[in-house]
């Protein structure tokens, strides 16, 4: 017997590998946990006789030769798969998104960084030239949709989008879609809602805009990653970590979302035990290990940390820096910037800054005697430096507030290299080769 499962607490991307799972693997079952996603068991209350699925409960592991796993690379998080764990005649194969490092060993697996594991499965799915009905074609597209943010989170790739456009093409509903994306807001829901958006502890982190909220639950309430994804939108930041805290079993769930590279939701809620990817990521913490504004403070230290092991400016900058004395006629200037193919030179004297001439200063040459002028006559005086431990976003604020393409890099009163707009375009759109 073959099976096919995801994890507990399934997503849309979860359903959606293990219903496109059944198609690639035709005498397998589909077996969904128990526990689902609010929005998930909406679709299932109606549509689940449509797919070969059935519950954990349902399986004889006596019985099971074949383990297909979706969305995840952890025992754990699967459903009642314990007997199997341990089984050597037992054949594992494995389609997930999750660079987590899990601990399923498998004999076959297709795991890479891509925005959805349905991704995966369209890709193989257009191999094998297979046909798709409307309604798994719309399934799929929700689960793609879903771990992509509607392909906004940093993890999309061009392959998502390409997947995206299959399904429409294979007759997805985006009505559909929609409804089950976003799903109405129940009273309990708004509440929260409303206190997030009172109690909002808005940081800069890692020089990006961060929300922290701690709210504390006295029962159980569905659909709260809704909640988030739509408090995040309303206070308008780069992510937001939500802890919400139950009294009554003594733990904190973590929600976070992210819409930057820069902070890894994913890698973060990993380092708390949960998981996800840069764009969207959980933790469940017991009161035991952090208290609910303990766990704050450790998310706040963790963002922190990972500054530190971020890009830095002194990792793209462009060095050595071409500097000449401030008496150098332009013609003089002119020239080295044309036989090294550089738009800017650092104007120095006794090892101090003293300005910057850029291809666009000779413009203002008009006359012929002024190319025997001195550079210092003119160069720009007022100049805006770096440091070279600052994130290539300050470098790019900088550029566009002061409307200018060279930033000297300065450590201890030296210049040790200049960032340019080349190099920042490089480094966020990988427009040159390495």
């Known amino acids: ?63 099971i030769d074949t383990l297909i796993v979706v969305d995840t690379d952890r025992w754990q998080q699967l459903d009642r798969m314990d007997r199997l764990k341990n089984r050597n005649d037992l054949e594992i194969h494995l389609w997930d998104h999750h660079l987590n490092g899990g601990d399923i060993h498998y004999h076959w697996c297709r ?95 890692n020089d990006c805009s961060v929300a922290i909220n701690v709210v504390r639950l006295n029962d159980k309430v569905v659909a709260l990653a809704n909640v988030v994804n739509m408090y995040r939108k ?12 139950n009294e009554a079993d003594a733990s904190s769930s973590v929600i976070a979302r992210s819409g930057v590279d820069r902070i890894d939701v994913g890698q973060i809620m990993k380092s708390f035990g949960g998981g996800g990817h840069s764009g969207a990521g959980s933790a469940t913490v017991k009161f035991r290990e952090y208290g609910p504004e303990a766990l ?32 150098t006629t332009m013609r ?13 030179v650092l104007v120095a004297e006794n090892g101090q800054l003293q300005g910057i001439i850029v291809l666009w200063d000779f413009k203002r040459v008009r006359q012929e005697r002024q190319w025997d002028s001195p550079v210092k006559a003119f160069m720009a005086r007022d100049i805006t430096t770096i440091a070279p431990d600052a994130p290539p976003t300050k470098a790019a604020q900088i550029m566009v507030t002061n409307n200018i393409g060279h930033v000297p890099v300065v450590l201890d009163g030296e210049v040790i290299g200049i960032v340019t707009r080349t190099d920042i375009l490089t480094y966020y759109y990988d427009l040159l080769p390495d």
Not at 38 to 61: C, D, G
Not at 307 to 327: L, N
Not at 332 to 344: C, D, L, N, P, S
Request: hydrophobic letters at 45%; zero cysteines.
């Open 234 to 245: 309303i206070v308008n930041v780069d992510a937001v970590f939500v802890i919400f805290a």
């Open 1 to 63: 017997m073959q099976i096919i499962t995801t994890h507990k607490n399934t997503d849309f991307d979860g359903l959606a590998s293990v219903i496109a799972g059944t198609l690639l693997y035709p005498n397998a079952v589909g077996v969904i946990p128990k526990m689902v996603n609010p929005n998930v068991a909406r679709f299932l209350s109606t549509h689940k006789t449509a797919f070969n699925i059935i519950l954990p409960h349902e399986v004889e592991p006596d019985l």
């Open 296 to 327: 704050k403070q450790a998310i706040i230290d963790r963002i922190e940390r990972g500054r530190k092991e971020a890009v830095k400016v002194s990792d793209i900058m462009s060095f050595p820096v071409t500097t000449v004395p401030p008496d």
């Open 111 to 205: 795991q890479e960084a891509i925005g959805a594991t349905v991704t995966l499965m369209v890709r193989e799915l257009k191999k094998r030239v297979m046909d798709l009905s409307p309604l798994v074609s719309t399934v799929m597209l929700i689960g793609l949709y879903e771990d992509t943010g509607h392909l906004t989170y940093p993890s999309t790739t061009a392959e998502d989008a390409h997947a995206a456009a299959y399904l429409l093409e294979n007759g997805a509903d985006l009505h559909v879609a929609g409804f089950f994306l976003n799903p109405p807001y129940e009273e309990k829901q708004k509440e929260i809602l409303f206190e997030l958006m009172k109690g909002t502890d808005k940081r800069r982190l």
């Open 332 to 344: 003089e200037v002119h020239a080295i910037m044309a036989e090294q193919k550089i738009r800017g």
